[in-house]
DNA sequence: TAGTGGTCTAGACCACTGA
DNA sequence: CAGTGGTCTAGACCACTAG
């Protein structure tokens, strides 16, 4: 019934609520609005729960809402451009470096980052915890993995653990002479750890981005940073030298 | 049955299907192996078929997997590195630059990118659309648009359209000095036409790369890429000179 | 045509938030 | 406590692929 005659393609509804949904936010709604409930929305769209669901996912997923239970589901800011220098060429805990550290642990790695490393699969080492944020919001978190021979002067360091300790780790590292490092992004979905600090929900889609550093022909640290997709745009900054920024990059239908 | 009374937290049956799954993945599949559908793994493992999907789902967008529809799911290989040059300095087009032209148009950009560009909300530009094609799979579709006064003597070229107009543009960019660029990465969902040209559903996931070309404080060109999220982990390949590479760099629980 | 994944429904209950 | 989003079910039908 009203199949609008249109899209003999047929379109999906959750698309094309999406696009609906889309559209009415860019014109009648401002950041930060609340929309009504779920139940409200599917029943106003003649639609299942699941069905508006769907759509409000793809939306969340693009950064145009932010859904939290027992809240509401909200009109989301532009995402912050987070800067993830490539151009710059330093040991993580250089300088001000934007990172917090939060605690640190010895055990083994997983087998992708002890390969990764050159280390043994059951080798122990450092694993420095680091948060990142920015705008007040919790955009990111790190895991740093520091081999024993990267920071060989560590023994004997007071804090067995915690933050004390992982400044610890960090400032070893800067006595490293830095051959070069690496970096990739990725999409990933959030670990239940990770999840919490980032204030999402275990699988939350992020933004992986992978670190290697360089010393002398091998790996001295690894770093697996994890940045909330929903809003975070990742920014290179290069050689430009300019500044500014447009609106979000969403997809138009 | 079998819940293994731990996880007294109340992990989602979805969540904990995923573990499992991944598991099985690590031990038990070879990638391109297809998994049984749908009915028969919900029904073997108990649950509804929506359940299973929510956490096959989790799994395609980490890259593990790949469904395909009338076909089936299969074991997805490791995600494949896509270089995007950061360290490069040059125009689209320049050299070798694994990007494929396909057609160029005239027309009104979308209103984020006309502002980055500082032209007018309606003022036409060229759009090119090329394509790029890793290990015999198409990985990227990009939009790049060239504003008319950056490639002033393009006038009165043959072809109006298509390919050959493309590289027309594209040669034209050539001649300006290029002072600059920038790059973000953020997660999109993949338009219609895109994911066609990705062969993927509309609202799959992507990465967003959008490069912007400075030349004399201006912005001579913009361009926006979308990557498969799933099978594509982006690479910089930095100052390192090193080459190598782990696997995947998936989430473990 | 048979079998796959994709969409959709109409319910139910749960976990969390804030007044 | 009432109200929100999150999870889950058991169906149905559709769109696509391949033999």
Redesign the pocket.
Known sequence: MGTTQLESV?E????HLRTVLTEALDSEFTVGEI?P????LAARF??????L??ALEQLELEGRLQ???????TVAPPRVGVDVGVERQAWPGAGDDAWQPVDCAVAAPPAAVADALDTGRDTPVHIVRRSRVSHGQPVAAELLYVPHSSVPDLTGIDAPSGAARARAVLRELQSLALAGQDRAVELGSARADDAKELDR?P?APVLVVTTRFFTGGRTAALSVATYRADTCRLTFGASGGVEIHPGPQHQAS
């Open positions: 047929a999906p509804k959750y698309w929309l409930n779920e139940r409200e003649g639609v299942a729960r699941a069905t669901r769907q859904r939290r239970r027992g809240v509401g589901t929900l699988g």
